[in-house]
């Protein structure tokens, strides 16, 4: 299956219309422009709670929500200066990319609020709770808990 690319960019490279998204690679190291994103990593076979929680997320999608891209093999960029994409952190490289194709849009706190749960011990139903809310592409997850 061939893949769309994210792609590092320039200002000048996107388009008016066309939204800026951004990208914070994991190694260290100049991303020169033109390079595309690679895949997560996702579905790590040493690291069992992040395994688990994957196939929840994939289980979920799958039943409910098959016209959504699967986290496996997806390339995450951030549609804000914030969270993963933070430049404030020390030593956080963040880069402006342009994205081509399919993209699917959510709030990344569902993820985080379930991978804090299962290492709490929380039962999969929560955990499956945690996925819809993630794959019907909610926003604004910290407004909710108010």
Not at 8 to 30: D, H, M, T
Not at 60 to 83: E, H, Q
Not at 116 to 121: A, K, N, R, Y
């Amino acid at each position: 299956m061939k893949s769309n690319p994210v792609k590092v960019a320039q200002a000048y490279f996107l388009k008016k219309a066309q939204k800026r998204y951004y990208w914070s690679p994991s190694e260290p190291g100049f991303i020169p422009i033109g390079y595309r994103v690679p895949p997560a990593r996702i579905t790590l076979p040493s690291n069992p709670e992040t395994k688990k929680l994957e196939e929840i997320f994939e289980e979920v999608r799958k039943r409910n929500f098959p016209d959504r891209p699967s986290r496996i093999g997806a390339r995450f960029v951030c549609p804000v200066l914030a969270g993963f994409c933070n430049p404030q952190k020390p030593g956080k490289r963040v880069y402006e990319v342009a994205v081509f194709g399919k993209r699917f849009e959510t709030d990344a706190e569902f993820y985080t609020e379930a991978r804090i749960d299962l290492f709490h011990g929380q039962g999969e139903e929560r955990i499956a709770s945690w996925a819809r809310n993630y794959w019907k592409g909610k926003r604004g997850f910290k407004e909710r808990l108010r």
